[in-house]
């Protein structure tokens, strides 16, 4: 069993920056890509970010140029920096290992807001 743990969310105000962290039980090199996703409140949980074991990334459009997704496998733990934030990226951020199987931590909350 693996096991994800997301932290790093918290309040901050338009414009400002959070990184996110990602914790696995396993290496995170493992795993074909790591994932980011958010679910804002009434919504879909929508992707926004994947890092792939070979270090490729892929962001969603409105994240691009704003958010970067990195891994540090000593650490087994992959990050989303997350900058110049607007209230509408608002939600709990996921994050995501795929494998064999499919295993999501429990989200962390980040709240945008003045």
């Known amino acids: 069993q693996v096991q994800l743990v997301e932290s790093g969310g918290g309040l901050v105000q338009p414009g400002g920056s959070l990184r996110l962290s990602c914790a696995s039980s396993r290496s995170v090199f493992s795993f074909r890509a790591m994932g980011w996703y958010r679910q804002a409140p009434g919504k879909q949980r929508e992707w926004v970010a994947t890092?792939?074991?070979?270090?490729?990334?892929n962001y969603l459009d409105s994240v691009k140029g704003r958010f970067t997704a990195s891994s540090d496998n000593d650490k087994n733990t992959v990050y989303l920096q997350m900058n110049s934030l607007k209230p509408e990226d608002t939600g709990v951020y996921y994050c995501?290992?795929?494998?064999?199987?499919?295993?999501w931590g429990q989200g962390t909350q980040v709240t945008v807001s003045s």
């Open positions: 890092i792939t074991s070979t270090g490729n990334t």
């Open positions: 995501k290992a795929d494998g064999t199987y499919g295993y």
